[in-house]
DNA sequence: CACATAGCCGACTGATTAAGTAGGAAATAG
DNA sequence: CTATTTCCTACTTAATCAGTCGGCTATGTG
């Protein structure tokens, strides 16, 4: 990851960390039953492995994804595919962060931003990872 | 601005100097006929003078307003606000990137930042500043 | 029990970008 | 000629991101 962020558009703009998360949920959700190690998530996503600790250990703690040590270990989600959303994941990683206000005769952008936000927001928080890994 | 990045949302993250300049431009295509100087836009938006100074210079450049030095000089839009959307500086600024590539069982995650950008740049292209001022 | 495996955890570093500043030069009106 | 206001390059500072480090803790196997 050469830019700091990957980006999807002008405004869309996913930080390898978030990308990261989303990618190691998907890879996830298309294992079979079992552990998945981090080493494997690693090598499948192409993820930097301590980096991906990192991001594993922050969605555990939110109780996304669960886990379990030693020989033969490893992470499995916390509940079904199909009951996780992308929202869920980025809500962990990058939270929701509020809209901020627009002085005077501006003040109808923000309507804009709104807009997109909801559209955006509608569209995470529909689409599972039982829809990823079958897509 | 205490955040580096003003957010409208968890991936639209829209930066300082491009919201500057979609107020600085508001506030040209709310302004009456005759030039506007950048003093008086950055009392009305809030804007860090010096700061502006630079916005305004690449706006010019790039054709979207017009300058006049001197006494009661200023900026002025260099076409109607009719026809100045905010895609247009909204590129100015930032540029508009390009998509990448998401690995093995992932790659439909890049369909769904496909949509969302669409959306979004749909949006930004329709929209123009007379709406935004008679908003 | 020893040992290998694999997750757990906080702190830290380096690079990049964003945000804002500085110091003046060049025009233009009165 | 003086005040105003834009023009322009370069610089400084602060934040964030991306990724690393060192070591600890749990757990299955022989």
Redesign the interface.
């Known amino acids: 990851m050469t830019t700091p962020f990957?980006?999807?558009?002008?405004?869309?703009?996913?930080s390898a960390r978030t990308?990261y998360a989303?990618?190691a949920v998907?890879?996830l959700a298309?294992a079979p039953e079992g552990p998945v190690s981090a080493e494997r998530i690693a090598a499948?996503?192409?993820i930097p492995r301590r980096f991906l600790d990192n991001i594993l250990l922050q969605l555990r703690r939110a109780g996304l994804i669960r886990s379990q040590r030693g020989p033969d270990g490893g992470y499995w989600l916390a509940r079904e595919a199909s009951a996780i959303t992308?929202?869920d994941v980025?809500?962990v990683v990058?939270?929701?962060?509020s809209?901020?206000e627009?002085?005077?005769?501006?003040q109808?952008?923000a309507?804009?931003?709104?807009?997109?936000?909801e559209?955006?927001?509608k569209?995470?928080t529909e689409?599972t990872f039982a829809?990823?890994?079958s897509?």
């Open positions: 990957a980006v999807a558009g002008a405004f869309v703009r996913i990308q989303l990618r998907t890879e298309a499948a996503q192409g992308l929202a980025i809500a990058e939270g929701w962060p809209p901020d627009y002085p005077g005769v501006a109808p952008l309507d804009v931003w709104a807009t997109i936000r559209h955006e927001e569209l995470l689409i829809q990823i890994v897509a």
